[in-house]
């Protein structure tokens, strides 16, 4: 747990100590900035359809999507891979820290860059709150499915970084697999099988965030997210396991 | 001697990798077939009362609901959310549905219209121990009269939300007397 915990410290540390958290989280918080102008412009324009903007903000737009596909990697892809080319792997192998430990401490650490750059958005609801009746329950949950989301898909960055010598790569593996996750639910509009759809539906995360912003939590979604995460921890254990024996 | 090691390398990754993704089936389907859904907003078209819960968690008979309604409608996402709830609070296989998309499967549409004798575009069927009875949009919702666009969100209920949630459960119950189409139900205060 200790060894864990100075883990998660350090790498944190290295990611607040270098320009890549804050060039990550202010291009990520510009662009939200950008769509939350955006859904509210388009909603206060006479003739529109009637949403909450909250609901739209989180999964409501194709953005959304974007925005954590390439920040996720960006987060991730220097935790393994760059221990790899530094050569300062061996350190960390040989430190009195566990597999386990080490696994867990990097991936509380890119999340806490994910948490940094989700924080200030909750400006966006103090700004609402202002001038509209926000309801807080659908943007709690809301955040709640950022936060799932953010778990898994945070846990696929490490994997593809603790697989691959190159950060490049390891961004890059780690954007097809999200692309996948994301995209081939979609398919469920094309197929006519109850099961397969049913199936389709089930890994929906498009469907899973919807319901999130709308205020309903589903321990479908909870279930899907979480052993997702878990899944793609282990293997990045079993990845760490691979090199200190290779 | 270097050979041998890598095939013992990947071998243990095939069985890590079997047995993760076996116990990750297994968590979701069982994940899948029992669960429980929450609805944290305090004014949901999705939310169901008390006595709607009521009625869902005894169903004598199982009940089957199709959708005829185009993805990309005005009413589906409400349609979907509402079935969703409904599916939740019924007990596991009492409730089922089949959204039937009448662009793209033109033939399983004229199949099941002709079983329940339907002959309206845009409606959901309710059949339960050989009853059915169909609902059209304009007994699901209501359209301010100002832009066509604008819902005021309320499928299946009647005319205001925030008073008359029992309401919803009009549409579907198996009991023939309370099938009766009714285009302006009476409100019914649940506090």
């Keep these: 747990m200790k060894g864990t915990l100075s883990v998660a410290w350090k790498e944190t540390l290295s990611y607040f100590f270098a320009p890549m958290a804050y060039i990550v989280i202010t291009a990520f918080l510009v662009m939200n900035g950008l769509i939350f102008y955006i859904i509210l412009t388009a909603l206060s324009q006479p003739g529109s359809f009637s949403a909450s903007p909250m609901a739209l903000f989180f999964g409501g737009t194709l953005f959304f999507w974007i925005f954590l596909i390439i920040m996720v990697p960006a987060i991730t892809m220097r935790l393994g891979a760059e221990e790899k080319k530094s050569g300062t792997l061996e350190t960390l192998l040989t430190a009195p820290v566990t597999d386990s430990g080490v696994v867990a401490g990097k991936y509380l650490a890119a999340m806490a860059v994910y948490v940094a750059a989700w924080l200030p958005t909750l400006i966006y609801v103090l700004v609402l709150s202002r001038y509209s009746d926000v309801d807080p329950g659908p943007v709690a949950a809301g955040y709640l499915g950022v936060l799932l989301v953010g778990l898994f898909f945070t846990s696929v960055g490490l994997f593809t970084t603790m697989v691959s010598r190159n950060q490049l790569v390891a961004a890059i593996i780690a954007f097809t697999i999200l692309i996948v996750l994301l995209c081939v639910p979609l398919l469920s509009f094309m197929v006519t099988d109850v099961a397969v759809k049913g199936v389709l539906q089930y890994l929906s995360l498009w469907n899973l965030m919807q319901n999130f912003a709308k205020g309903i939590v589903d321990t479908r979604a909870l279930v899907y997210l979480l052993s997702g995460t878990a899944l793609f921890l282990m293997l990045s254990y079993q990845a760490l396991q691979t090199r200190r024996w290779a | ?191």
Excluded at chain 2, 84 to 99: L, N, R
Excluded at chain 2, 134 to 153: F, L, N
């Design chain 2, 1 to 191: 001697m270097k050979k041998s090691k890598r095939l013992l390398q990947g071998a243990n990754w095939g069985v890590f990798l079997i047995l993760a993704l076996a116990l990750l089936f297994i968590v979701n389907y069982l994940g899948y077939r029992h669960y429980h859904r929450w609805d944290w907003s305090s004014a949901s078209t999705s939310r169901l009362s008390q006595q709607t819960k009521k009625v869902l968690g005894h169903l004598e008979h199982p009940v089957k609901v199709v959708v005829f309604l185009a993805p990309g409608g005005d009413l589906y996402t409400h349609v979907n959310g509402l079935l969703s709830s409904y599916k939740a609070a019924a007990p596991a296989g009492k409730f089922s549905v089949e959204y039937i998309d009448p662009d793209r499967q033109r033939a399983r549409m004229e199949m099941l219209a002709r079983k329940y004798n339907v002959t309206r575009a845009n409606v959901v069927v309710f059949s339960s121990n050989g009853h059915s009875k169909y609902v059209t949009m304009d007994q699901m919702a209501d359209y301010s009269a100002s832009g066509a666009k604008e819902i005021t969100s309320r499928p299946f209920s009647s005319w205001d939300s925030r008073n008359c949630r029992t309401m919803r459960i009009w549409l579907w119950s198996p009991a023939p007397n309370i099938l009766s189409p009714l285009r302006k139900p009476p409100c019914w205060k649940t506090t």
